[in-house]
């Protein structure tokens, strides 16, 4: 079993910065395909970034790329996710997951563990 906690949500303005952090119990957080998912209000839950167990491999949704980037220290067992130029449509409850999978993944069915979100409000 591995629980996860995401910590680093906030409000911000447009343009602004925030760096999300997610740490995972257990000792084979690793081993683990890590990835952070996203639900706006009224809205189904979408990916957001994936990365592989070495941090090699990352995949990032269109909406995000070349501003939000994951990264992770399985030293400290924590994902991270660097979130730079702001937008409102990125207000979302954000959520950590993690995959006995190995490789990166993009599908919430993939996921085997979920943490409970933290609230990021991007203020125009």
């Known amino acids: 079993q591995v629980q996860l906690v995401e910590s680093g949500g906030g409000l911000v303005q447009a343009g602004g910065s925030l760096r999300l952090s997610c740490a995972a119990s257990?000792?084979?957080?690793?081993?683990?395909?890590m990835g952070w998912f996203r639900q706006a209000p009224g809205k189904e839950r979408e990916f957001v970034a994936t990365i592989n167990w070495s941090g090699y491999s990352t995949r990032y949704a269109d909406s995000v790329k070349g501003r939000f980037t994951i990264s992770r220290d399985n030293a400290k067992n924590t994902v991270y996710l660097q979130m730079n130029s702001l937008k409102p449509e990125d207000t979302a409850v954000y959520y950590c997951a993690a995959s006995r999978g190995s490789g990166i993944r993009s599908m919430e069915y993939e996921y085997d563990y979920w943490g409970q979100g933290t609230q990021v409000t991007v203020s125009s």
């Open positions: 257990g000792r084979t957080f690793s081993t683990y395909t």
